[in-house]
């Protein structure tokens, strides 16, 4: 939601009847949020489905918790280099971010 926003705040021009095609024409940082809400909703599914394999293999709490704030914290970090434009940080926090992920998985099959 706040990606969208930043997008959307102070624009007199939004088009709320085709917002996919206003969202096209934005530029700057309205664009990079516009790109890193988009990502965002890809990466959820993926860290979603890792909880859950997760918390059925029965890995620790604390472990799975822990991992978790990291992966919120990393896309807290990825919307902000993206909006700010840090390219290279953006991709650096992506990174850990799909980390956490694949750890998660990992403790799955270690724990099954």
Known sequence: MAC???SKAGRKDYNNND????ATQLTGY????????????EAFPFFAAAVLVALHAGVAADTLSMLAWVFVAA???YIWAYVTDRATLRSLVWLVGYGVVVALFVLA???G
């Not at 309205?30 to 909703?41: E, G, I, K, T, Y």
């Open 19 to 22: 917002p996919r095609g206003w």
């Open 75 to 77: 896309r807290i970090a």
């Open 109 to 111: 099959m270690l724990a």
């Open 4 to 6: 969208a926003v930043i």
């Open 30 to 41: 309205r664009a990079r949020a516009n790109a890193a809400q988009a990502n965002s909703l």
